[in-house]
């Protein structure tokens, strides 16, 4: 299968530095039996980043640095049969570090997604246009993923046109970050699918993030991080008796329209399910939701 085809994807974290090596080997091995069995086409490992110059807001989880998700991908997770697609923050590198480490990258047989600063108030060394042609220049037959963020959109617009500026720099394939309302998702989908229609051009693939929320903190966590969650979808989340199985089938139930609306229209839309918690009822919902979300893209 193609990157730009990509349908069904999963996405983890690493471990944090500070873990033992033997306890990352452990949190490897786990993984690696839970993610061999799993109806996806690649797995996806992210890069943590301090997001806290993109607000004023307490953050509430303190941030701890993780392995360098390229490491922990292939070193840690080497036996894992899917392709893998690995995100780097590039904020803090130098054009010849990100060089070196998309090399790496390439010579594994991965894809990358690049990932800029999380705001304008935060000192960078290399900025993320800069990295995407660093890629081109240097690695251009490395597959390239971008970012898609509806929240953004539904703030000040224009996402549609900053997706489409990435294809022009290589992107292939487009990651929303996790997606809770439906209403701001389908804008900037249809907002992209017109601008798309009156140039002339192919909608690129879109993978929707899932990711089940088993508590309140873990809601608070995502309002902190800009995932927008609806007033009237809190509320609900909140007030059920089990909040991950109520989470997972409002994500679901989501997804699904969302996919309808992309089906009609003829734009390629996937999933991609992420378990970002270390709470093991999260972990296993996670993997309930791959599994319902590959029944319904095999009906569709």
């Known amino acids: 299968m193609a990157w730009n085809d990509l349908g069904l994807t999963y996405g983890i974290t690493p ?73 780097r923050s590039v904020s803090g590198m130098t054009r010849s570090s990100l060089v070196a480490w998309l090399e790496r990258l390439a010579d594994a047989g991965g894809a990358a997604v690049l990932v800029g600063a999380p705001s304008k108030a935060q000192a960078v060394s290399l900025r993320l246009e800069e990295a995407y042609r660093a890629r081109s220049e240097a690695v251009p037959d490395l597959p390239l993923g971008g970012v898609l963020i509806a929240e953004r959109h539904e703030a000040r617009g224009g996402e549609d046109e900053r997706v489409l500026h990435k294809v022009e720099l290589g992107c292939q394939f487009f990651i929303s970050q996790a997606v809770y309302s439906v209403a701001a998702s389908k804008n900037l989908l249809s907002d992209l699918y017109y601008r798309c229609l009156a140039t002339g051009r192919e909608c690129p693939r879109v993978l929707v993030t899932l990711s089940p929320c088993g508590s309140k903190k873990t809601l ?80 569709k």
């Open 220 to 299: 608070e966590f995502m309002a902190w991080l800009g995932v927008s969650v609806p007033r009237w979808l809190q509320n609900e989340l909140l007030h059920a008796g089990d909040i991950l199985e109520k989470s997972v089938e409002l994500a679901l139930t989501g997804f699904a329209e969302l996919h309808d609306f992309a089906r009609e229209k003829g734009i390629p839309l996937g999933c991609n399910v992420e378990s970002v918690s270390l709470h093991k009822p999260e972990i296993e919902a996670s993997v309930e939701m791959v599994h319902r979300i590959a029944q319904l893209l095999a009906r």
């Open 15 to 87: 471990p944090k530095l500070s873990t033992s090596e033997e306890r990352r080997r452990e949190i490897a091995r786990l993984q690696s039996e839970r993610i061999a069995g799993l109806p996806v086409d690649a797995l996806i490992v992210y890069d943590l980043q301090d997001e806290s110059s993109r607000t004023g807001v307490p953050r509430p989880f303190p941030f701890l640095q993780a392995i360098d998700p390229l490491d922990y991908a292939y070193t840690y997770l080497g036996s894992v049969p899917q392709k893998k697609v690995v995100y």
